[in-house]
Structure formats: structure tokens, C-alpha cells
T-cell receptor, first 113, second 112 residues
Framework: NAGVTQTPKFRVLKTGQSMTLLCAQD?????MYWYRQDPGMGLRLIHY???????AKGEVPDGYNVSRLKKQNFLLGLESAAPSQTSVYFC????????????FGPGTRLTVL | GDSVTQMEGPVTLSEEAFLTINCTYT??????LFWYVQYPGEGLQLLLK?????DKGSNKGFEATYRKETTSFHLEKGSVQVSDSAVYFC???????????FGQGTTLQVKP
């Protein structure tokens, strides 16, 4: 039982490049979330999903897209990376109706030059 | 909208000192309240929670009481250890129960 895993762990991009971050969970959780963590700002919700095939915008969705084609996977895409997207990205998952019991992945540190 | 405000850090304490990290919130209705902890290089872990007014959440020697009258959920520990060094986040769940709103985090450093 691996819990929540994120790929990759580190990445450096140039401005304008694209990439996809992968989140996978093996706990059969319905809800999945993508956050970004920046110094002094806590965690801010980018997008989330309450089930396979459904996604919704969070607090800071601009510049990101997501897809949830399979229940266990939640992908975060950056179509044209900008330096303002330099951050640590965390994925989380939970059972429906239990937002407090979110299981977090180890994070992806992304630097955009 | 709903929001959470935490005291600014970093907080530096000696081992066995008393810890308080302040957290206040603004919310419509009656949210559930949480404290999460993030150890270096790791994701967040739920530390404790309280779901209604006057509830006290506790875990690993940490406590926090849901105070509706002062809209607060301060984290306390009577005697901190070096291993408690981490970033602590206060959070609330939104009205619909599907999302968490986090404070900015408070870094705690405990020195031997």
C-alpha cells in the first residue's frame, strides 16, 4: 500500500515549456486535490476532483489544467510554464465527505527559469 | 470568503518549554477545524481536529479547543521536544465539506 505518490519529485523548466505532474493513490479515494505551497502563504488549492471524470477549480486555477480519467490518478498540467509557477506542489486524496482526512503525497519541487 | 490566520513564525523554543501557536478563523456557519503538521521534506499529516464548539482535539501531547466565541483554535503543548520541530498549519473545512482552507503555516524550531 503506497498511499499517495507523486511523479516527478523535482523538475526544472524553462519559461514556456509544458509538463504534467502525476498523482496516484491506491486507497480507492473518491476525492483528489492539487495544492501549491509557497513561503508565507500556506497551501492554496489549485484544482480538485470529487470523482472520476469530474474536476473543479480551486483558489488559484489560472495557468493549470487537470484531468481525472481514472479514479486512482489525478494529473496536473502546465501548458506554458511561468516563473510565478515555481513552487512545491502537493497532491492529496480522501474519502468522500472527509476533507480532514486528506492523505498527502511527498510533493514535487518545480522551478521555472 | 472563509479564511484562517495564524501567528507568524518562526517560533523558537528550548526543549520542554510550553508551546502556543495562535489560530483564528473567519467562516460562514460552523466549520470543522484542524491542525496539520509538516515535517521537513514531507507532505502534511493531520495532527488533531475538532468538529463543533467547545470540542477539544488532542494527539501526541498537542491540544486545541474550538472556541466559537473568539473564533479561535490555538494549538498548545505543555513540553515540546526537538522532534516536534516542523511547520504547523491550521485549517478549516468549507461549508460543503469538500475542501480545506489553510492558514499560512507556523514554523516551530525546538533547540536542545
Amino acid at each position: 500500500n503506497a498511499g499517495v505518490t507523486q511523479t516527478p519529485k523535482f523538475r526544472v523548466l524553462k519559461t514556456g515549456q509544458s509538463m504534467t505532474l502525476l498523482c496516484a493513490q491506491d486507497m480507492n479515494h473518491e476525492y483528489m486535490y492539487w495544492y501549491r505551497q509557497d513561503p508565507g502563504m500556506g497551501l492554496r488549492l489549485i484544482h480538485y476532483s470529487v470523482g472520476e471524470g469530474t474536476t473543479a477549480k480551486g483558489e488559484v486555477p489560472d495557468g493549470y489544467n487537470v484531468s481525472r480519467l481514472k479514479k486512482q490518478n489525478f494529473l496536473l498540467g502546465l501548458e506554458s510554464a511561468a516563473p510565478s509557477q515555481t513552487s512545491v506542489y502537493f497532491c492529496a486524496s480522501t474519502l468522500a465527505g472527509h476533507p480532514e482526512a486528506q492523505y498527502f503525497g511527498p510533493g514535487t519541487r518545480l522551478t521555472v527559469l | 470568503g472563509d479564511s484562517v490566520t495564524q501567528m507568524e513564525g518562526p517560533v523558537t523554543l528550548s526543549e520542554e518549554a510550553f508551546l502556543t501557536i495562535n489560530c483564528t478563523y473567519t467562516a460562514t456557519g460552523y466549520p470543522s477545524l484542524f491542525w496539520y503538521v509538516q515535517y521537513p521534506g514531507e507532505g502534511l499529516q493531520l495532527l488533531l481536529k475538532a468538529t463543533k464548539a467547545d470540542d477539544k482535539g488532542s494527539n501526541k501531547g498537542f491540544e486545541a479547543t474550538y472556541r466559537k466565541e473568539t473564533t479561535s483554535f490555538h494549538l498548545e503543548k505543555g513540553s515540546v521536544q526537538v522532534s516536534d520541530s516542523a511547520v504547523y498549519f491550521c485549517a478549516l473545512s468549507d461549508r460543503h465539506g469538500g475542501k480545506l482552507i489553510f492558514g499560512q503555516g507556523t514554523t516551530l524550531q525546538v533547540k536542545p
